[in-house]
């Protein structure tokens, strides 16, 4: 017979999830907007009003704020001008480079998702299970490999000057940025646009085939209509990511090329936190604004099921004859672009992180992560505590995100009211970014909060776990949901019927046939935990909590290690290595993602 | 003391009434199955009486006592259609999973029982595969022990032979129907299959659209219907409405072709046994195996053989009489053709007033 406690376990479970999601999240998120919407106590709408009547913000935009009365004989003026380029500002620049690299993603991704739904090579498994790695590769890993690749003493400069040419300077501009998020998300774009069209019914192309339809007629009328909703949904997608990008636009952008996202993380530094709060106030509105659309989007696409047989891939190679079909020759340069853009800055990484500025193959850049140096040689960031404290958030995330992710996957599966609040539970993480996150739990968890008198503050080493946790149990309950969803409730009927109480049915049946899935969650939460910087970045203080991508930041920053890479190289190819491993994790266990 | 009694439960979800204030009893050891077609409601009552449904009104009883409880406070065990063996479990870990929450009957140690429960199923040489090894049989057999072996008060199954050919069907529900008077379970039997409900019970619920149309021994079920939708359910039947045109000899025009109904010149007056008052409108029912070919020693009818389907040890014939097509038995050396003349005694026909 079921004991009291058992039967209160689940409750009791739901209740303490909501609180560390108030703690972790909510609380922090919320303190942040009201910072921007409280003086003293009152609501003012002084900061926001600020923010938006600055031209440096808003741009010409802030004639709206400023004087709306004057904005349609501004337009007329401006229109009779013959249309001189006009100030975006900070928010109009941030949209304008999403709105580029979106288009950059999907050209670069769109392409792969024909390949790989149309295809067959060997390899093709492997390419399409790649797709997913962006979500575990740290970002600000990525951007020093792209350092690694285009920087001044970078791979590519490194190969121009063998055959006389260079240097050229890629780095540090618009077009670094929207390269550096289309490694990023064109691979989302492939991955959403390939499982559409792998869900294509042949039997309904050969139907319209039947009935008259040439191939290209057949393709408009039956393949598109099922991809337009999935490439659709992977810009809106890509859009929101893009917009709230962080460590790709400090480190390739820097402050010139500044977007809202590292303009707070600027304000924060300088202590401004109210300008900070306002910025990340109507940035989070935006984004939550976009990621709503997104999901009213993807929820009226439910249902359009993938029942019946894909369309059959035809064989990449053909021997010689390859080369005299001009599709095929089109799709293996492509495949050269991919190499070059995909492979390229992680090989960059690589080599660098093992050769000297001159060329010689050295090992001092791995004996200096070892070293115990002393704390002035690098700054603040001694390079193996880092990568001890990554491993050890690491760990803690697991042991929040995991309960977290199960009990959300639990309540969303459930159906009704319980799963739409997990539904509106998960994406909030979407939209709001680590750095909005990281300046609440600074508010918060760091400078303490005062509870019945008490003040209660969490060390930086808390809160960074907190923020991590925050960020990656929607990845766990991404992957549970489906799979206990999948499960027949008969299995937990039967072993009701047996004498199980709720919750020793889930211990001794359900979740055992969801381990695969929970493991996959918690190699997926043990990357973004390891990879995250946004949040980390804020809250780190000393030695105590740098992770390894802060030590990165540190690293590529600090001019007194001289012109060369090699730590920041070093140290990635450890976070490659990590996020590597973590990505085998998932693949063997079947993780899946889908936002 | 009753097995279980159900008191006028009602369920419903979201606002559909899938058991429409419900009343059975079933008696303590009785084979009982609830028949009927899908969505009837039959699956609802089984999973009210397990504990997985909560009734929005009426109670259900086990042995006397109310279970209001969750499932696992009520000493139930549920085959499932589909098995539901745990895939990560051996044939003995599943079978021996519900003594971990309920003591063994009896004086025997869970092991002990374990391996009874699996010798009773003839299974014991397979406790350590794997469920996924096992053909359809096996584990309908294993599930069964599985549900047995806690000793539970009731033994509830839910259309646990359909997953299964039809051959094996037959010798699993005779290996069933052993197990359980040999144990003298009281059980509750779910199924759409009303061969299957006949030859296996004691008893039987024919359901209909969350009601209990008629509860009675298989034989009074088939052979006297309490409602037209039992008389179409169970058996081949011929089902025509009508109307009393006499009272004295009893008599019930069916009129021309399904549904007129229309009193006629007489041609499609049947002699029948007893009827209501005279103008009340009624259906007919006659059993294909109630006709006899060329018999003229009671009533007869004037038919033209259609279809013909040879049954092996009978021949099925489709009849045009009047607009209606009857269903006909035959037991001849060769298929009948052309204009038969279908004998049938008065008695053999079922008259209901319509609803």
Not at chain 1, 548 to 574: E, F, I, Q
Request: glycine letters at 10%; hydrophobic letters at 50%; one cysteine or more.
């Amino acid at each position: 017979m079921a004991t009291r406690a058992e039967r209160l376990a689940l409750p009791a479970g739901v209740a303490a999830t909501l609180g560390v999601l108030l703690v972790v999240f909510y609380v922090p998120v919320g303190s942040v907007f009201a910072q921007a919407v409280l003086a003293a106590g009152r609501p003012t709408l002084g900061p926001l009003l600020a923010v938006l009547s600055d031209p440096f913000y808003t741009g010409v935009a802030h004639h709206l704020v400023v004087d709306p009365l004057g904005v349609p004989a501004g337009v007329v003026d401006w229109i009779t001008a013959g249309f001189p380029s006009i100030r975006l500002g900070l928010f109009g620049f941030t949209a304008y480079q999403a709105a580029l690299s979106t288009v950059a993603s999907v050209l670069l991704g769109l392409p792969g998702a024909y390949v790989l739904a149309r295809y067959e090579f060997r390899g093709r498994r492997l390419l399409r299970s790649l797709t997913i790695v962006p979500f575990v590769l740290p970002a600000i890993m990525v951007a020093v490999g792209f350092v690694a690749m285009f920087g001044r003493t970078g791979l590519l400069n490194d190969l121009l000057a063998l055959v006389g040419l260079g240097p050229v300077s890629v780095l540090y501009s618009l077009e670094a940025i929207v390269l550096a998020h289309a490694f990023y998300n064109a691979p989302l774009v492939t991955r959403l646009v390939t499982t559409a069209w792998e869900s294509v019914d042949r039997r309904q192309v050969e139907s319209a085939r039947a009935m008259g339809a040439s191939p290209l007629q057949a393709f408009r009328d039956v393949v598109v209509p099922t991809l337009r909703p999935a490439l659709l949904t992977a810009a809106l997608l890509t859009f929101v990511f893009t917009f709230l990008s962080f460590p790709i636009v400090l480190k390739l952008g820097g402050l010139e090329l500044a977007t809202v996202e590292v303009w707070v993380y600027d304000r924060v530094q300088a202590l401004d936190l109210t300008t900070a709060a306002a910025l990340a106030t109507l940035e989070t509105g935006l984004s939550l604004g976009l990621t709503y659309l997104y999901l009213r989007y993807e929820a009226r696409q439910r249902g359009a099921s993938g029942a019946g047989q894909s369309l059959a891939r035809k064989p990449l190679t053909v021997g010689w004859r390859t080369l005299t079909s001009p599709t095929r020759v089109t799709v293996l340069a492509y495949g050269l672009v991919v190499t070059v853009v995909f492979v390229g800055p992680l090989a960059s990484l690589l080599i660098e992180s093992v050769t000297t500025p001159d060329g010689t193959l050295t090992t001092a850049y791995y004996e200096f992560l070892l070293a115990q140096q002393a704390s002035e040689a690098v700054g603040t960031a001694r390079p193996l505590p880092a990568i001890v404290n990554s491993l050890v958030f690491g760990a803690g995330t697991l042991v929040l995100a995991v309960p977290m992710g199960v009990v959300v996957a639990l309540v969303a599966t459930r159906g009704g009211r319980g799963s739409r609040l997990a539904e509106a539970l998960l994406s909030a993480p979407l939209a709001v970014s680590g750095i909005v996150v990281g300046l609440g739990l600074l508010q918060t968890a760091v400078f303490g909060t005062v509870v019945f008198g008490y003040r209660l503050t969490a060390a930086g080493p808390v809160a960074v776990v907190f923020a991590h946790a925050a960020a990656a149990y929607p990845f766990v309950t991404r992957n549970v949901a489906p799979a206990l969803g999948g499960l027949d409730p008969r299995f937990r009927e039967a072993a009701r019927a047996l004498g199980a109480s709720r919750l020793r049915a889930l211990l001794d049946v359900e979740l055992p046939l969801v381990a695969a899935a929970v493991l996959a969650g918690a190699a997926f939460a043990f990357a973004i935990s390891v990879g995250e910087f946004d949040s980390t970045v804020l809250l780190a203080e000393g030695v105590d909590s740098y992770t390894m991508p802060v030590a990165l930041d540190r690293y590529v920053g600090n001019r007194s290690l001289g012109p060369s890479l090699g730590p920041a190289t070093a140290m990635g190819t450890v976070l490659l290595a990590i996020t590597g491993l973590s990505f085998v994790a998932i693949d063997r266990l079947g993780g899946r993602w889908a936002p | 003391m009753s097995g279980v009694r159900l008191r006028d439960v009602t369920v419903s979800f979201d606002g559909v009434t899938a058991l429409d204030d419900v009343s059975l009893t079933v008696e303590e050891g009785e084979f009982f199955t609830l028949v009927g077609p899908s969505g009837c409601g039959k699956t609802t009552t089984l999973r009210a009486i397990a504990g997985f449904e909560q009734p929005d009104a009426g109670t259900v009883e086990i042995r006397g006592e109310v279970a209001d409880g969750p499932p696992e406070e009520r000493n139930v065990g549920v085959v499932f259609q589909d098995y539901a063996l745990f895939p990560h479990m051996s044939v003995r870990e599943n079978v021996a999973y519900g003594l971990r929450y309920r003591d063994p009957p009896g004086d025997a140690s869970p092991a002990a029982r374990v391996e009874d429960l699996l010798d009773l199923v003839d299974m014991a040489e397979m406790g350590d595969r794997e469920p996924a090894a096992l053909s359809g049989g096996q584990r309908q057999r294993v599930a069964l022990a599985r549900a047995l072996a806690p000793g539970p008060d009731v033994l509830l199954l839910d259309e646990p032979l359909s997953a299964l050919d039809a051959q094996l069907r037959e010798r699993l529900r005779v290996v069933i129907r052993e197990i359980q008077r040999d144990l003298g379970i009281t059980t509750v039997y779910v199924t759409h299959d009303q061969t299957e409900a006949l030859a296996i019970s004691d008893r039987v619920a024919v359901v209909n659209g969350g009601r209990v149309e008629q509860v009675a021994t298989p034989e009074t079920v088939y052979r006297e219907p309490a409602t037209r939708f039992v008389a179409e359910f169970v058996g081949d039947n011929n089902v025509l409405d009508g109307t009393v045109v006499s009272t004295d000899p009893p008599r019930v025009d069916v009129g021309d072709g399904p549904g007129t109904a229309t009193a006629g010149n007489g041609e499609t007056v049947l002699p029948v046994a007893a009827v209501p008052a005279e103008g009340r409108a009624v259906t007919a029912s006659i059993r294909p195996e109630a006709f006899r070919l060329g018999d003229e020693s009671a009533a007869t009818l004037s038919a033209t053989v259609s279809t013909t389907e040879f049954m092996g040890d009978s021949y099925r014939l489709h009849c045009d009489w009047r607009g209606h097509t009857l269903l006909v038995t035959a037991a001849a050396a060769r298929a009948p053709t052309g204009e038969v003349t279908l004998g049938f005694d008065p008695a053999a026909v079922t008259v209901l007033e319509a609803q």
